[in-house]
C-alpha cells in the first residue's frame, strides 16, 4: 500500500518534475495578448507557463529552459528576448510585425500581404477599380514595386501619393484624387513617419466628407470612420506560431485567420456599393 501511493505521488508530481512543455512571454497583459495566449495553450494541448516580459523571474526562467520545451513570443519586445533563448528548439513568435521576427524563429505576423489585400479591396467595392496609397517614399514599409503588382494582379489602378509628414497627409490623397473622376479607394498600410495619430483623423474626415472609402490595417480604423478594415485572428496567429515552431519551420509567415471587414450600414449612409466575398465580411 505504502509503495502504491509512493507510485501514484511521483506520478501526479511528473510535470512538474519535467518542467512546462509550453512557455508563453507577452509584451502586456491586455485582452488579445491573453487570449493568444489561451489559443497556444489549446494548439499545444497543454497549460502554459506564462511570463510578461518585465518579469523580474524571467531572466533566472531563460536560463533553465530545455531544449524540449516550446517557447512562444507576443509581441515584439517578447520576441527580441526570445532571441537570445536558444536553448527550445521549438520557438515561435506572433503578434508582431514582420520586419520583427527574429532569426531563426517560426514567426507569424499581424500584417497581412498586400497581394491578399487588393484582392479584398476588389472584391468588397463594387465598381471602384483606383486605388489611392498614402505613404512616406523614404520610410514606407511596403516597396513601392510590390504594391504596383498586387493592385496590377488585382485588376486594380494604383495612385501613389508622397507625404514625408503627417500635415502632408491629407493634401498628398487630395492631390492624388483630382488626377481622375474615377471612383477610388483610399488604402491605408502601416507607415510610421505617415500614417499616425495625428494624421489618420483628418484623412478620414476629409474622405467622409468626398465620400470615398478608406481601407484601414487594422480594426481601430473602423472606430474612427474607415468604411473597411482589415481584421486578424490573434488566437489564430498564436496557435499558427506554436504549430510551426513545433514542426520545426522557422522563418517570417502570414497570418493564415485574416479578413476585410466593411462597414455595410456606413458604406450605405455615403452611397458606396459593396459586397461580401472570399476574405471579405460585411458587418
Not at 148 to 175: K, S
Not at 213 to 227: C, K, N, Q, W
Request: net charge positive; proline share 6%; with cysteine.
Amino acid at each position: 500500500m505504502r509503495r502504491a501511493l509512493a507510485s501514484l505521488m511521483l506520478l501526479l508530481a511528473a510535470p512538474l518534475l519535467l518542467g512546462a512543455r509550453l512557455v508563453v512571454v507577452m509584451d502586456g497583459q491586455s485582452r488579445p495578448f491573453l487570449d493568444a495566449a489561451s489559443s497556444a495553450e489549446a494548439t499545444a494541448g497543454t497549460p502554459a507557463e506564462r511570463f510578461s516580459v518585465s518579469d523580474a523571474t524571467l531572466t533566472a526562467r531563460t536560463r533553465s529552459a530545455a531544449a524540449d520545451e516550446t517557447w512562444l513570443a507576443l509581441g515584439p519586445k517578447s520576441a527580441a528576448l526570445l532571441a537570445q533563448v536558444t536553448a527550445p528548439k521549438a520557438r515561435g513568435a506572433a503578434l508582431l510585425r514582420t520586419s520583427e521576427i527574429p532569426a531563426g524563429v517560426a514567426g507569424v505576423s499581424l500584417e497581412v500581404p498586400v497581394e491578399r489585400q487588393a484582392v479584398w479591396i476588389k472584391t468588397a467595392f463594387v465598381g471602384r477599380r483606383r486605388v489611392v496609397v498614402v505613404r512616406n517614399p523614404a520610410g514606407g514599409t511596403v516597396d513601392d514595386a510590390a504594391l504596383q503588382n498586387a493592385a496590377r494582379a488585382a485588376g486594380l489602378t494604383l495612385h501613389l501619393a508622397d507625404a514625408r509628414t503627417p500635415g502632408e497627409v491629407v493634401p498628398a490623397m487630395e492631390d492624388a484624387l483630382r488626377r481622375s473622376s474615377d471612383p477610388a479607394v483610399v488604402w491605408l498600410l502601416p507607415d510610421n513617419t505617415a500614417i499616425t495619430a495625428d494624421s489618420v483623423a483628418p484623412l478620414i474626415t476629409e474622405a467622409l466628407a468626398r465620400r470615398i472609402p478608406v481601407v484601414g490595417f487594422s480594426t481601430y480604423f473602423l472606430r474612427v470612420g474607415a468604411v473597411a478594415a482589415v481584421s486578424v485572428d490573434y488566437g489564430a496567429c498564436a496557435g499558427q506560431a506554436v504549430t510551426a515552431a513545433k514542426a520545426n519551420q522557422p522563418g517570417r509567415w502570414a497570418p493564415n485567420q485574416a479578413r476585410l471587414v466593411v462597414d455595410a450600414a456606413l458604406a450605405a449612409r455615403l452611397g458606396v456599393t459593396v459586397q461580401a466575398g472570399p476574405g471579405v465580411e460585411l458587418k
